[in-house]
T-cell receptor, first 112, second 114 residues
Framework: SQQGEEDPQALSIQEGENATMNCSYK?????LQWYRQNSGRGLVHLIL?????REKHSGRLRVTLDTSKKSSSLLITASRAADTASYFC????????????FGTGTRLKVLA | DTEVTQTPKHLVMGMTNKKSLKCEQH?????MYWYKQKAKKPPELMFV???????INESVPSRFSPECPNSSLLNLHLHALQPEDSALYLC?????????????FGPGTRLTVL
């Protein structure tokens, strides 16, 4: 079963605007990762945040984690048409095994 | 080289056919994975290999048979598939099975079962 639910399911914004995607999960985690997937292609790792971290930055990406609410958000600032993709969170919800469970994903469309 | 390659890119097969998907990486990674992804859904883990040994099998039907002949190669043998097995099959690798290791994904094989 899916561990993460992402919100919104789809998002359409203009180039230059910021995009925020949210991920909620059900059980305690040690790590949460965000991935990007261009249409019908493989996934690209964006950022990993540990359960003892609250915020991480990587270029135009900012990820926050609130373990008390079991939620994470991904912010993409100054979006570009090339950011058009699906974004997935993934959590290591199965302790003792190396198993990441992917959320439902947010489909982002950035209009030029 | 941070590339995972997968062949073929597309595969169409009948329900009685036997085919294989191939995945290769030359990053020295010791963990390799197969995922299945249906349209507009997240990837679902199928198998995990660590040091060429099967570590995780997510209760995948026996018509899917993985094989890891060496540390760089991962195969998925397909036999007697059903139309509902049509999906994008993704291979990934990571340095090891440490949860903080990044998984590198291949572009996938789009499989259609007729």
């Amino acid at each position: 079963s899916q561990q993460g639910e992402e919100d919104p399911q789809a998002l359409s914004i203009q180039e230059g605007e910021n995009a925020t995607m949210n991920c909620s999960y059900k059980t305690s985690i040690n790590n949460l990762q965000w991935y990007r997937q261009n249409s019908g292609r493989g996934l690209v790792h964006l950022i990993l945040i540990r359960s003892n971290e609250r915020e991480k930055h990587s270029g135009r990406l900012r990820v926050t984690l609130d373990t008390s609410k079991k939620s994470s958000s991904l912010l993409i600032t100054a979006s570009r048409a090339a950011d058009t993709a699906s974004y997935f969170c993934a959590t290591d919800a199965d302790p003792g095994t190396y198993k990441y469970i992917f959320g439902t994903g947010t489909r982002l469309k950035v209009l030029a | 080289d941070t590339e995972v390659t997968q062949t073929p890119k597309h595969l169409v097969m009948g329900m009685t056919n036997k085919k294989s998907l191939k995945c290769e990486q030359h990053m020295g990674h010791r963990a390799m994975y197969w995922y299945k992804q249906k349209a507009k859904k997240p990837p679902e883990l199928m198998f995990v290999y660590s040091y060429e040994k099967l570590s995780i099998n997510e209760s995948v039907p026996s018509r899917f048979s993985p094989e890891c002949p060496n540390s760089s190669l991962l195969n998925l043998h397909l036999h007697a598939l059903q139309p509902e097995d049509s999906a994008l099959y993704l291979c990934a690798s990571s340095q090891s099975l440490v949860p903080t290791d990044t998984q590198y994904f291949g572009p996938g094989t789009r499989l259609t079962v007729l």
